[in-house]
């Protein structure tokens, strides 16, 4: 099945800091999501971004897609301590049911 | 509002012994249900997902089984448990159409000893 690859793996920076988080996936996708992960919790939704998108904002959220280069990032600027946390993208297949698959995830940690 | 209840938060279970975890799904009817896995560290493993009653897919062979007796309701099961079978399982639903997002249970941490 279709699985997004984050990178890098960890990523720890200041607060105020901008942070960056890539995802890399292999075959065409009907759209992309993000999502985080508090440690020990479920993951909840931050952002979708359809194939058709380029680019996607949310808040302090910036999210952007090259189907070219099949790749995804996300950017969160003006980083808080309150966003450490795991970070992961979605994917799904173009045409198939959507099955979200996971990749391992992108660590997160704002030092305050 | 849709809601999502996974339970127990936390287990301790000997080797050998069964298992049976529980999730349900309220405020939506038809999901998609699915269970994953994460190792400490790891990304999630897609271990079921089913699109209707009785309908289970296993995308990774396993100690484990999943059934879905009803409609909203998603159970992780199996008979005699490994080491290996230790980590954080989490179940999620989403509606049976592409593009929409998954909403995740606060997953339950599984340690066999």
């Known amino acids: 099945s279709q699985q997004g690859e984050e990178d890098p793996q960890a990523l720890s920076i200041q607060e105020g800091e901008n942070a960056t988080m890539n995802c890399s996936y292999k075959t065409s996708i009907n759209n992309l999501q993000w999502y985080r992960q508090n440690s020990g919790r479920g993951l909840v939704h931050l952002i979708l971004i359809r194939s058709n998108e380029r680019e996607k904002h949310s808040g302090r959220l910036r999210v952007t897609l090259d189907t070219s280069k099949k790749s995804s990032s996300l950017l969160i600027t003006a980083s808080r301590a309150a966003d450490t946390a795991s970070y992961f993208c979605a994917t799904d297949f173009a045409g198939g049911s959507y099955i979200p698959t996971f990749g391992r995830g992108t660590s997160l940690i704002v030092h305050p | 509002s849709q809601t999502i209840h996974q339970w127990p938060a936390t287990l301790v279970q000997p080797v050998g012994s069964p298992l049976s975890l529980e999730c349900t799904v309220e405020?939506?009817?038809?999901?998609?249900l699915y269970w994953y896995r994460q190792a400490a560290g790891r990304g999630l493993q897609l271990l079921f997902y089913?699109?209707?009653?009785?309908?289970i897919s296993s995308e990774v062979p396993q100690n484990l089984s999943a059934s879905r007796p009803q409609d909203r309701q998603f159970i992780l099961s199996s008979k005699k448990l490994l080491l290996s079978d230790s980590g954080f399982y989490l179940c999620a639903w989403s509606e049976l159409v592409a593009g929409t997002e998954a909403f995740f249970g606060q997953g339950t941490r599984l340690t066999v000893v």
């Open positions: 405020g939506t009817s038809n999901p998609n």
């Open positions: 089913s699109v209707g009653i009785g309908q």
